[in-house]
């Protein structure tokens, strides 16, 4: 009786989902984590079911597909679904060496510590239960045989001046809001940035009754329609996803909204709110022609230009990163992965928009293969192999969409010296220009103490890439600016490391965490669980064992980040204590 | 106009509502089970609830959790992510500022406005440990914080 491979998903959304259907169809164990109440991730985000709606698949493409697998894994009886928890560290089995995460001292069964040893993906530290943000949250710790990470990606803002007025949203908030839970964000609206998601934006928002004014796709239409016109075979390949743009874009002529190419919005204004917008018509390198601005009156504003993965979680686990030159038909960095959806970490696979911004098919082809290989699947099989040819035409897809909408690298162009850069520290353009043209303040982290920007409560997930894009330009070469000072003893700056991946309460980190999945309880393949619905760790189940429930508060305290073990395994702060933890 | 809630006898989901009110800085506001903090607010003319460091108002821009724009105070929890927080009947939510009192600000700009005391509801979230300022929050609320 071997146990069965043990498959740790993170992320619930098309590539997630897919993984989860895919490792538990190669036979696994799997445990799917996601940050919300259901399934679905941000693609098919769904009402809540307090909701009751009679027609939840309304809002929804691809609703009865994504429907029945959401059903198949979940009801499946080797699956654990933790929903409304959050990844908020990754710890790597070697805990030397440059760049390792230190989320805390841990204190290890020797089973577990030999289990951990070799090639083991890296430990995953949990927060699981809501509310979310609240303050009684229980901390696991998640050991698997593979991890398959699809933590998906957000809108890329570029900052412009007024974009921290109330009244912009990032074109996501604005679908997120409609769909997710039927609240508009305006009724004169324009939705403006780059990229085919505009179009299911405007569509959202139409369908939930606003007036949307235009749609300003910021590429010009030279560059659009080269991207999207070469190579029409690609496009054969997803199918799915044109149709669901060809509606979106009936949806917008039906209503008689303009789309207009190679326009941007380039101010907001306000008292306190947006009340009005500046566009102008912009070059294909997305500087602006003067004579063009044009004032348009609205009530909010949702803008996106293309997306950012998000990256810690991959970092944190070590995984490789490829680079695409911002502003050269590429969006940033993403995770590389090989043919089988492996990264340069053991164990460690990645799929959907960590790995390029494809969309939904292409997350699900990827999700598949990644979930298919992460649970020892047989290399060879024909299912597989139309898998891998749907991911390869996803990723041709990618291609396509980075060629079409690239950031043309004039934006800067936009922005006044008093622009706020930073959202959350307000750091301007002239403080960043100031510190980029220092030779002793350039250096990333230099900058980031100097200017603030990055350091706020979103550390850096907004601003990361623009301060990053900005930096690059001022040093006057791509990749590369000032190096490090060698003092620095740090791993390289990087706009996507975050070794706490997601907040977390003082209060919650000083109270133990027990192992989520004990190796007793490792089932042989076949034999039920139970239901899904019941799988979330309760505490009659896993409670922290006595002791540690009697500790004293100053006990608790010095174990701050010390994961424990269940069945008695009591933790000894003392004798454990890291002298640099 | 303002953010609004599509009418559930106009909503193509068909949806059936079930009413709650929550207090926003003691004034009660009307929203329905399963909609987020966020989605109360906006729904309630509410664009902005948090004050950003130049004293400027906040509110939704992300929407998924990502910028932490919409942080608000619910009952005794500081610093939670409003777009992502389901609204609970009977929720005390009290709008945070970030906004120094003494910053000597060099940038132009506004400076700030409202009155961050807490006669007014609003609650400094400083809860990030900011390594500097007035106000530096270290309790149990507080936040860890990654890189610096």
Known sequence: ?581 | MSPRLVPAGSDSTGRRDRPLRITVDGEPADGIEGQTLAGVLLASGRTAWRTGPSGAGRGVFCGIGVCFDCLVTVNEDRDVRACRRRAVDGDVVRSQSRAHPGRTDPRPGPQPGPDPGPDHGHDPDHGYGHGSGPGHDSRSGARAEGEK
Do not use: N
Not at chain 1, 261 to 289: F, K, M, N, Q, Y
Not at chain 1, 304 to 309: N, R, V
Not at chain 1, 538 to 560: H, L, N, V, Y
């Open chain 1, 1 to 581: 009786m071997t146990a069965a491979r043990h498959v740790a998903v993170v992320g619930a959304g098309p590539a997630g989902l897919a993984a989860a259907h895919a490792a538990l169809a190669a036979g696994a164990r799997v445990t799917l984590i996601d940050s919300a109440e259901q399934p679905g991730g941000q693609y098919h985000r769904t009402l809540p079911e307090a909701y009751a709606a009679e027609r939840p698949g309304e809002l929804q493409h691809g609703w009865s597909a994504f429907e029945r697998r959401r059903r198949q894994v979940l009801a499946h009886p080797r699956c654990t679904w933790l929903p409304e928890t959050s990844v908020w560290a990754l710890e790597r089995p070697d805990q030397d060496g440059e760049g390792t995460e230190r989320p805390g001292r841990l204190q290890e069964r020797p089973d577990q510590a030999r289990k951990r040893s070799v090639g083991a993906p890296p430990r995953l530290h949990l927060l699981c239960g809501g509310p979310v943000d609240g303050s009684g949250r229980t901390r696991r710790t998640l050991d698997a045989d593979a991890l398959v990470l699809a933590t998906g990606a957000h809108d890329r803002v570029l900052p412009f001046p007024g974009w921290q007025l109330p009244g912009v949203y990032s074109a996501g908030a604005a679908q997120a809001l409609a769909k997710g839970e039927r609240v508009v964000v305006g009724d004169r609206v324009v939705v403006a940035g780059s990229g085919p998601f505009l179009l299911p934006v405007a569509a959202s928002l139409l369908e939930a009754g606003s007036r949307v004014r235009e749609v300003l796709e910021a590429g010009t239409p030279g560059t659009v329609a080269r991207g999207w016109s070469g190579r029409p075979w690609e496009l054969a390949s997803q199918l799915g996803k044109a149709a669901e743009l060809k509606d979106c874009a009936a949806a917008l002529a039906r209503h008689r909204v303009p789309y207009r190419l190679g326009r941007a919005v380039v101010e907001a204004r306000g008292a306190g709110r947006v009340e009005e917008i500046v566009t102008a018509r912009l070059r294909p390198d997305w500087s602006v022609v003067p004579g063009t601005e044009r004032t348009v009156t609205v009530d909010a504003l949702c803008v996106g230009h293309g997306f950012s993965p998000q990256l810690e979680l991959p970092v944190a686990a070590g995984c490789a990163l490829r680079g695409e030159q911002p502003g050269r038909g590429g969006t940033g960095e993403f995770v590389a992965v090989d043919d089988e959806q492996r990264t340069s970490v053991p164990c460690v696979f990645a799929a959907g928009e960590i790995t390029g911004i494809a969309g939904a098919p292409a997350a699900c082809a990827e999700g598949a293969v990644a979930g298919w290989t992460a649970a020892g699947g047989a290399p060879s099989v024909q299912p597989l192999r139309v898998l891998r040819r749907s991911r390869d035409q996803g990723r041709a897809f990618a291609r396509r969409l980075a060629r079409a909408h690239p950031v043309g690298a004039g934006w800067p162009g936009w922005l006044r010296l008093d622009t706020v850069v930073c959202r959350c520290e307000e750091t301007d353009y002239r403080a960043l220009c100031e510190a980029f043209t220092s030779a002793a303040e350039s250096a990333p982290r230099v900058a980031k103490l100097g200017t603030r920007a990055g350091l706020g409560p979103c550390q850096a997930r907004i601003c990361g890439p623009t301060v990053t894009e900005l930096r690059d330009r001022f040093a006057g070469r791509a990749a590369d600016g000032p190096a490090e000072r060698p003092a620095d003893g740090l791993p390289a700056a990087t706009p996507h490391r975050r070794p706490i991946a997601q907040p977390i309460r003082l209060g919650e980190l000083a109270s133990p965490a027990a192992a989520l999945i004990d190796d007793e309880q490792h089932l042989p393949e076949g034999e039920q669980l139970g239901d899904a619905s019941d799988q979330i760790p309760s505490d009659s189940k896993q409670r922290p064992s006595a002791s540690d429930q009697t500790r004293t508060e100053d006990e608790q305290t010095r174990s701050r980040g010390e994961p424990t073990h269940i069945e008695g395994e009591q933790s000894h702060p003392d004798s454990e204590q890291e002298s640099d933890s």
